[in-house]
């Protein structure tokens, strides 16, 4: 089992940026690759970032990249999400996930409960 708790949402301006964390902790924790996803209001879950714990793959949304990076802190088990560049379509429930590599919900074992990031026009 493995438990996911992300933190670092809010409101900002547009243009302004945010860092989302994301703490693991569990069993095997290193065992799975790290993804971000979001929900904008009345919209469905999308992709955003994914990485491998090894920090050697990256895939990013078309809509974010450029803007969006994921890292991850291996010692402290936390993934992050930069958030630069912020615009109102970014608001949304933020959520950090844990599974093999991919860009698809469904590949996805585990999920935090989300933040919200707001971004004013």
């Known amino acids: 089992q493995v438990q996911l708790v992300e933190s670092g949402g809010g409101l900002v301006q547009t243009g302004g940026s945010l860092r989302l964390s994301c703490v693991a902790s569990?069993?095997?924790?290193?065992?799975?690759?790290m993804g971000w996803f979001r929900q904008p209001p009345g919209k469905e879950r999308e992709f955003v970032a994914s990485g491998s714990w090894t920090g050697a793959l990256t895939y990013y949304a078309d809509s974010v990249k450029g803007r969006f990076t994921i890292s991850r802190d291996s010692a402290r088990n936390t993934v992050y999400l930069h958030a630069n560049n912020l615009k109102p379509e970014d608001t949304a429930v933020y959520y950090c996930?844990?599974?093999?590599?991919?860009?698809?919900?469904?590949?996805?074992?585990?999920w935090g409960q989300g933040t919200q990031v707001t971004v004013s026009s």
């Open positions: 569990g069993r095997s924790v290193s065992r799975y690759d």
């Open positions: 996930a844990a599974g093999p590599l991919s860009t698809r919900i469904a590949d996805y074992d585990y």
